[in-house]
């Protein structure tokens, strides 16, 4: 299937997710599903629900049909974290939408059960950056459109997963020029995308420097502003931002101004920590 379209130098997991709602930064993972794909073909699967310690919404509940009474019970994300951490090791990643949503709730559920998840040293393959860099439309009508099928598991974990298996391989298929390597699909798609900085995209690279994604001082760098208008950055560290963004800020607080900074981030020692512990 995909491989024969896509040379790969270490496994590439296909990963993903239903949660809570739609904030990467607050929402939970209540289900997650990955494919690996060994570069000799081979497949493993690893399909997990979790009860996310706090109720899912009707409207989630609309479009992944996951209830509270289907959760209760399960462990929490956090009980399986290490094993899922150990499948995902030495993996490049692919998805759909996974650089916009999965990528960054999966990163935030690792740091709540305080294991650190590095993406910089992975490859990232996104099916809905090519998709919509050619036929600007969303999972199912992919399906349709590179696979000649209807996606009718959508909002499935495990199925999701899988049509965008397929629909990356349609997707091959149809365009010669795209790159024939997950390396090559990175760079052209997905390089710049530092995962490891803010996966709330407050905080973006731009020529390789942390810069303002949002509001008036969009544009300026944290160096800039540390000079020029330092209020700024202390504000930040003050508001209603996640530790994230104020770990990468409090870095470049003028050094008279240290004792504002953040600590270094450490995960909440309660197993259950509410979301005014994680994100005061």
């Not at 270490?10 to 794909?37: H, M, Q, S, W, Y």
């Not at 803010?198 to 540390?226: Q, V, Y």
């Not at 995960?267 to 509410?274: G, I, L, M, V």
Request: hydrophobic fraction near 40%; charged fraction near 30%.
């Amino acid at each position: 299937m995909i491989e024969k379209f896509l040379s790969m130098d270490r496994p590439l997991v296909v990963f993903d997710t239903e949660t809570t709602g739609t904030n990467p930064r607050l929402d939970r993972i209540v289900e997650i599903a990955c494919v690996k794909i060994h570069p000799d073909g081979r497949r493993e699967q690893w399909v997990r629900r979790f009860d996310p310690g706090t109720r899912i919404p009707a409207a989630s509940t609309a479009v992944h049909r996951i209830t509270d009474r289907d959760v209760a019970g399960l462990p929490r994300f956090r009980e399986s974290a290490r094993e899922l951490l150990a499948f995902l090791e030495g993996c490049d990643l692919a998805g759909y939408n996974m650089t916009g949503f999965d990528l960054p709730v999966l990163r935030n559920e690792f740091y709540r059960a305080g294991l650190e998840f590095e993406v910089k040293e992975r490859r990232l393959v996104d099916g809905q950056r090519i998709f919509f860099s050619r036929e600007p439309r969303n999972l199912s009508a992919a399906a349709r459109f590179y696979c000649d099928a209807e996606h009718d598991g959508a909002h499935g974990a495990l199925a999701d997963a899988v049509m965008t298996l397929r629909v990356i391989a349609g997707e091959l298929d149809r365009y010669a020029d795209l790159p024939r390597s997950v390396a090559g699909l990175h760079e052209q798609f997905c390089a710049g995308i530092d995962q490891d900085m803010d996966p709330e995209g407050r905080i973006r690279l731009i020529n390789g420097e942390p810069t303002i994604n949002f509001g008036r001082h969009r544009g300026r760098t944290l160096r800039a502003l540390s000079h020029e208008e330092p209020g700024v950055l202390k504000w930040i560290l003050r508001g209603d931002f996640s530790r994230f963004v104020k770990e990468i800020v409090g870095k470049f607080l003028p050094k008279d101004e240290g004792a504002a900074a953040p600590a270094k981030m450490t995960p909440p020692a309660d197993p259950r920590p509410t979301m005014g512990d994680l994100f005061e």
